[in-house]
């Protein structure tokens, strides 16, 4: 069992930054992808941005160029740096990890972003 527990959500005016970190516990060898997918009202929870076991990163083409992911394998955290924050980035951010085909999930934090 993999736990995921996401922090660092909340209100921005657009243009404005937040951090979000994931802290991964439990089962946490052999992850072999973990990620940051949000969904907003009404829509499906889409992929925002991934790192893999390799180094690998993918970005959505909507955050290109604004969202920065990263892992310290250290401290067991996955982390989003968002900047130049728009309104239609407003959605419940949630931490994946996939190992050995299964996804886990955390809670999701909340990200509004208005004026």
């Known amino acids: 069992q993999v736990q995921l527990v996401e922090s660092g959500g909340g209100l921005v005016q657009p243009g404005g930054s937040l951090r979000l970190s994931c802290a991964a516990s439990g089962s946490i060898v052999s992850i072999y992808r973990m990620g940051w997918y949000r969904q907003a009202p009404g829509k499906q929870r889409e992929l925002v941005a991934s790192h893999t076991s390799a180094g690998t990163t993918t970005y959505a083409d909507s955050v290109k160029g604004r969202f920065t992911i990263s892992r310290d394998n250290a401290e067991n955290t996955l982390n989003l740096q968002m900047n130049s924050l728009k309104p239609e980035d407003t959605a419940v951010y949630y931490c994946?990890?996939?190992?050995?085909?299964?996804?886990?999930w955390g809670q999701g934090t909340q990200v509004t972003v208005s004026s």
């Open positions: 994946n990890a996939l190992k050995t085909g299964r996804n886990y």
